[in-house]
């Protein structure tokens, strides 16, 4: 063959990989972006489900009234006076053996942003309810993710089986980002919990969480208590009536002052941002302990990647 066949038969060689090249890279790019746009309709489409469950949850004070003034039952199939008594005005929580353990897994809140917000919450209700008002201890900030057990289904487990849970969720975290997130409302529910409910800015989407933890426990209680898109913490529980409920007159006035006071908290800390950095795997030896200041085991997992 001739200089030119050979030098024609190397060009077109060249082309050839060039245009291949030219091609994947356009396949990839395609995917890239398809994978892009997808996670984030993903995102939004999470965000916008969870603003629409947290408009339901504000609701539920005005369509149901304030329940939690006639000793009804909580969210968690307890009456108020299952978990509280209330003595000459001192408000004290009731701890009852969990049997089987609750082993809860938990995002945790630091005391970094938890402190403000307690401080924030305690400022505006404590006026108003003196010892009627039990507040979250704030070292104790969490958000529930999932249950491996709970006081409504329990599931029973050996040492054995417990520390194979516990190695299965530390290696779950390390495939989650760190959570930046911002509250987007306080709002009061019907049975008297006071609660922050968020939005994830950026990290691991509370959806995935609970799947990889579900992936992880396999042998949990098929029915988990919340929603899987939510992201919320209490902040405190209301007991009884407001100090100045003799000069309301009316249940309606009440309920005007628990929105004037929910209004003032929202003014002054809604739109806080928080970094959420560790999930806890959570052994409560008492009914609600990380509720109620009760027995507990607590192993600390920090959230093992990061999220641009």
Same mark, same amino acid.
């Given at each position: ?6 030098f ?10 060039w ?25 939004v489409?999470?965000?916008e ?6 408009d ?9 009234g304030?329940?939690?003034?006639k ?7 307890l009456?108020?006076?299952d978990?509280?008594?209330i ?15 609750v ?29 009627? +008002? ?9 958000f ?12 029973p ?29 306080? +709002?009061?529910? =019907?049975?008297?919990v ?8 950026s ?5 995935? +969480? ?18 899987a ?21 009316r ?14 908290l929202?003014?002054q ?37 990061? =999220?641009?």
């Amino acid at each position: 063959m001739g200089r030119t066949g050979i030098f024609s038969a190397h060009s077109t060689t060249v082309a050839l990989i060039w245009f291949t090249s030219a091609v994947l890279f356009f396949f990839l790019f395609q995917m890239a972006l398809h994978n892009s746009t997808s996670s984030s309709d993903s995102s939004v489409s999470k965000s916008e489900l969870r603003s629409k469950l947290y408009d339901k949850m504000e609701r539920d004070l005005d369509e149901k009234g304030a329940v939690f003034l006639k000793g009804g039952e909580t969210s968690q199939s307890l009456s108020l006076s299952d978990i509280f008594t209330i003595k000459d005005g001192s408000v004290t929580p009731v701890l009852k053996a969990a049997n089987p353990p609750v082993r809860a897994n938990v995002l945790y809140l630091s005391t970094e942003y938890s402190v403000p917000i307690f401080e924030a919450v305690k400022s505006i209700f404590d006026p108003y309810f003196d010892k009627a +008002i039990w507040f979250q201890n704030s070292s104790l900030y969490h958000f529930s993710m999932f249950h491996a057990s709970h006081h409504i289904t329990p599931i029973p487990a050996s040492n054995v089986e417990i520390e194979a849970e516990v190695a299965a969720v530390k290696s779950a975290t390390e495939h989650m980002c760190r959570l930046k997130i911002v509250l987007d409302r306080v +709002i009061l529910t =019907s049975t008297g919990v006071l609660l922050g409910c968020w939005q994830v800015i950026s990290g691991t989407d509370p959806v995935t +969480i609970r799947a990889k933890l579900r992936t992880a426990l396999p042998h949990a209680p098929e029915k988990q208590l919340y929603d899987a898109a939510i992201l919320h913490t209490s902040f405190a529980r209301l007991l009884g009536h407001p100090k100045i409920s003799q000069t309301l007159g009316r249940s309606s006035d009440e309920l005007q002052l628990f929105h004037e006071l929910v209004a003032r908290l929202n003014k002054q800390i809604r739109g806080f941002e928080a970094a959420v950095s560790e999930l806890w795997y959570v052994e409560e030896y008492d009914v609600l302990a990380l509720a109620l200041n009760g027995r507990m085991k607590v192993r600390k997992f920090p959230l093992g990647c990061y =999220s641009s």
